[in-house]
C-alpha cells in the first residue's frame, strides 16, 4: 500500500517591504515611510510665505510672521483719518446757495462804507459754485471770503486816499467846485453824458480834471497868465477882475451861460 509522503511545505511568501507598502511615496520617488525623514519636532526647512495681499512693511521675514503691533498701529492711524474726514464731509453745505458769506470780527471797513451782501450777485454765486465742488466746508469759505474783504477794504481805502489828496489840491472849496462842475455838465450835455463822466471824478487827477472842466465850461482860456472869458468881456465879461475872483465857480458857470445867450 502506499504510504502517503508528507506534504511539502509551502514555501513562505516574502515579507512585504515598507517600499511595497507604501507605493504612492515610491512612484513619486520619494523615500518610503520612516526613510530620511527628520527626528519628530525638528523644524521644517521652509518659512512661512507672506500673504499676498500684507504689505511687506508688516512682515518680519526672518520670523516668517506678522507685525502684529505694527499693523494695529496703522489701522488705528486710517480710523482716524477716516473719523476727521466724515465729520469734515458733514459739514460741506449741501447746495451752493448753502455757503454763508459773513464779515471777519477783525474787518475794519473804510470810513464811511457798510458791508452789505447781495445774495443774487453772480460772482458771490460762482464762488459758491466753486466752493462745492472743491469740496470745502462753510468754515473754509468764510476764511477764504473774509480774506478777500480785507484786501477789498484796503484797495479801498488806498483809493480813498488818493481822492482825498486830490480834492485836497481844489482848496476848502472843493466840493462846491466839483458840484458846479457836475451840474454844469448835466446842465448842458444830459443827465447821459454826466452819468458817463462821473465816474472820472473818483480816480486819481480828478482835482486836474475838475480845474479843466472849469475853464471849458466858464470860457476861459490861459492867456497873459490872465483868465479871459469866451465872451470877449474881459476877466468875466463885463464884471471885473475881483468880482470874478470873488465869483463861487457855479457862478461863472451862470454868468458865461447867460452872457452866451445874450449874444
Known amino acids: 500500500m502506499l504510504v502517503p509522503s508528507p506534504a511539502t511545505e509551502p514555501t513562505p511568501e ?7 507598502s507604501d507605493p504612492p511615496r515610491a512612484a513619486a520617488g520619494l523615500p518610503a515611510s520612516g526613510q530620511g525623514d527628520p527626528p ?15 504689505p511687506e512693511q508688516f512682515w518680519d521675514a526672518d520670523a516668517g510672521t ?3 503691533d505694527d499693523l494695529a498701529g496703522r489701522l488705528a492711524e486710517l480710523e482716524e483719518v477716516a473719523r476727521l474726514d466724515g465729520e469734515r464731509k458733514a459739514q460741506i ?16 471797513l473804510p470810513e464811511g462804507y457798510a458791508w452789505k451782501v447781495n445774495k443774487d450777485d453772480p460772482v458771490l454765486q460762482e464762488f459758491q459754485k466753486i466752493a ?5 466746508t462753510n468754515a473754509d469759505f468764510q476764511r477764504l471770503s473774509g480774506t478777500y474783504a480785507k484786501a477789498l477794504s484796503s484797495q479801498i481805502a488806498a483809493q480813498d486816499a488818493v481822492l482825498a489828496a486830490e480834492f485836497k489840491s481844489l482848496g476848502d472849496r472843493a466840493a ?9 455838465i448835466g446842465a448842458q450835455f444830459g443827465a447821459e453824458t454826466l452819468k458817463r463822466l462821473t465816474p472820472v471824478f473818483d480816480t486819481a487827477g480828478a482835482g486836474a480834471l475838475v480845474e479843466v ?18 465872451n470877449g468881456g474881459g476877466s468875466g465879461g463885463g464884471v471885473s477882475a475881483e468880482q470874478w475872483a470873488a465869483m463861487t465857480p457855479e457862478q ?3 454868468f458865461n451861460r447867460r452872457a452866451a445867450g445874450a449874444k
Open 14 to 20: 516574502p515579507t512585504p517591504t515598507s517600499q511595497a
Open 176 to 184: 462846491e467846485r466839483v458840484g458846479a462842475v457836475t451840474n454844469a
Open 40 to 54: 519628530a519636532g525638528a523644524a521644517g526647512s521652509d518659512k512661512p510665505a507672506r500673504p499676498e495681499k500684507l
Open 252 to 254: 461863472k458857470i451862470d
Open 132 to 136: 462745492h465742488e472743491a469740496g470745502m
Open 93 to 108: 453745505p449741501k447746495a451752493p446757495g448753502e455757503y454763508t458769506l459773513d464779515l471777519p470780527a477783525d474787518l475794519k
Open 66 to 68: 506678522i507685525k502684529l
Open 213 to 230: 472842466f472849469e475853464a471849458l465850461l466858464e470860457g476861459r482860456l490861459k492867456s497873459s497868465g490872465s483868465p479871459t472869458s469866451a
